[in-house]
């Protein structure tokens, strides 16, 4: 049978149910096994006579089985439950908190013209489009409004670089101001590095600011979709991030925690070429790809006809990737993918990496924030690319608004409630939702609603496809790949970045 071909009701009569016996749980057939879950992020795969005798509370305490599901907190009895609310709530932290990561939109301005741009981008002349000084100012008083102990400030464009002046502001106001405020500060900064020269970075190295890319692929897919008129994109990009590890090598860095990582966007010109994706990416001595499908937002709703593919594609490119991974790695080569390491995170290490899109509720408005030029404030970057398409449903304010009248209006309570897998029919009750999340944003793209609906969403089928391709690698993991995974999902801060508290 397929994943999901076997229920309950094959195996089991309702009569025969012994409810108190297990710990609630979430179930799914994968292949032979049904692997169960439960709201805890605990798992396990059991043969379908076992999973039998589970549901009908037929495994005695004597047995080997017996132990092994009560160390996974799937038997009623054995459960120390103060223990395991306290797991809980150390994963679930992040509800405590508000929004860590502050996007803050310099300037709509870029040199590049990409053709899937999910910014909606305009021409370098539009100085119109640049975030003042004042409007910066008021973005980093609001964002250290924040109840969250650490703040990030992510410097977007457009291309960020064309209002480096504003940058330059950004951030010595805000270091300035966390001298009081003492919160774990840091500033990153995502650019098409064709605006770097060696006065910039020695400010950014100097300031600890983190820097981060995209790189499509081999030269000719990057260069083909990542245009430039002022060079080659592809050289401009790797010769920078080349530049930038061996300043962090110099400085005495960890290279294998210090590097300038890229992201790659796939287009369908890519879907052919998983091998030299990762080769590409290898041959940079990046450690990590994080692959990411074309999201409906901006230029790419546009393209979609001649870059665009379906989810089923992406999933097949997406595991000859992994797949590839994992042999590079069994031949000495440490690199991996970071959606894996991601949900690996929260399955095998029993750690929530928050990361904005796979949590519940999600981290629109409540997780990051966007602040436009102007100073209008939408619940995410994906809530200002949807803006840029002539809808403002996502903004949830202005730098006019209170910190508090952003946390509590009706629009961001909205939000809260469409992502939270409990108030989802399909969500509530599957084998992953203790590890998954939502995005409002695309489900009102996609579907038209906030709430979206999950059978019929190519954001769950994406997420689903991945985690039972997961689920069935740890399920044949030998001892050597059980070791990768859990390198993969090794949590090692970079406490380098952290702006220094107190005075400066």
């Known amino acids: 049978m397929t994943a999901d071909a076997m229920k309950m009701h094959d195996l089991v009569s309702l009569k025969r149910l012994k409810p108190a016996f297990a710990m609630p749980f979430y179930h799914r057939y994968l292949d032979d096994k049904f692997l169960i879950t439960n709201d805890l992020g605990d798992w396990y795969f059991l043969a379908p006579e076992d999973f039998k005798r589970f549901v009908e509370g037929a495994i005695g305490s004597d047995e080997p089985l017996y132990q092994a599901l009560a160390a996974k907190n799937f038997i009623a009895a054995e459960v120390d439950v103060a223990q395991q609310a306290a797991r809980w709530r150390d994963k679930h932290r992040y509800l405590f908190y508000g929004p860590t990561l502050h996007a803050f939109v310099l300037t709509h301005r870029c040199n590049f013209g990409c053709q899937y741009c999910h910014s909606s981008i305009v021409g370098m002349h539009r100085t119109d489009t640049d975030m003042s000084i004042e409007v910066a100012e008021r973005a980093v008083d609001m964002a250290f409004c924040t109840t969250s102990p650490g703040i990030t400030i992510e410097f977007q464009g457009g291309e960020p670089m064309a209002n480096w002046d504003v940058l330059q502001h950004t951030v010595e106001y805000a270091r300035q101001k966390n001298a009081l405020a003492d919160k774990a500060l840091t500033f990153s900064l995502v650019t098409n590095m064709s605006l770097m020269t060696e006065e910039k970075l020695e400010y950014l190295i100097d300031r600890k600011i983190q820097l981060c890319t995209s790189v499509d692929g081999p030269p000719d897919v990057h260069n083909q979709h990542r245009v430039w ?47 030299e994706l990762v080769e590409t990416y290898v041959n940079m001595g990046c450690r990590a790809l994080f692959l990411r499908k074309l999201d409906p937002f901006g230029f790419a709703a546009k393209t979609q006809r001649f870059l665009g593919y379906s989810m089923e594609d992406f999933i097949q490119f997406y595991v000859k990737v992994v797949d590839h991974i994992i042999e590079l790695n069994k031949q000495g080569v440490q690199v991996m993918e970071r959606n894996a390491a991601i949900m690996l995170s929260k399955m095998i290490a029993d750690y929530e990496p928050n990361y904005l899109d796979l949590r519940s509720p999600g981290g629109a408005a409540i997780g990051q924030i966007g602040y436009a030029p102007d100073g209008t404030i939408f619940s995410s970057d994906e809530g200002r690319f949807v803006a840029a398409m002539g809808d403002n449903i996502f903004q949830i304010g202005s730098l006019d608004n209170t910190y508090e009248e952003l946390m509590t209006n009706a629009g961001t309570r909205a939000l809260v409630i469409a992502s939270t897998n409990d108030a989802q029919p399909d969500c509530v009750q599957c084998t992953y939702k203790p590890y998954c999340g939502q995005q409002p944003e695309y489900n009102y793209k996609t579907q038209g609603t906030i709430t979206g609906r999950m059978r019929d969403s190519t954001w769950c089928r994406k997420h689903k496809y991945i985690f039972d391709y997961l689920a069935r690698r740890l399920k044949n993991a030998d001892a050597d790949e059980m070791e990768m995974f859990m390198r993969w999902t090794t949590n090692r801060p970079q406490e380098h970045f952290l702006q220094q508290a107190g005075p400066i």
């Open 229 to 275: 008129k002022g060079g080659d994109s592809f050289e401009t990009a790797t010769g920078w991030m080349q530049k930038i590890n061996e300043r962090y090598e110099q400085m005495g860095l960890d290279p294998n925690l210090y590097r300038v990582e890229a992201l790659p966007t796939v287009t369908r010109t890519m879907l052919p070429r998983p091998k």
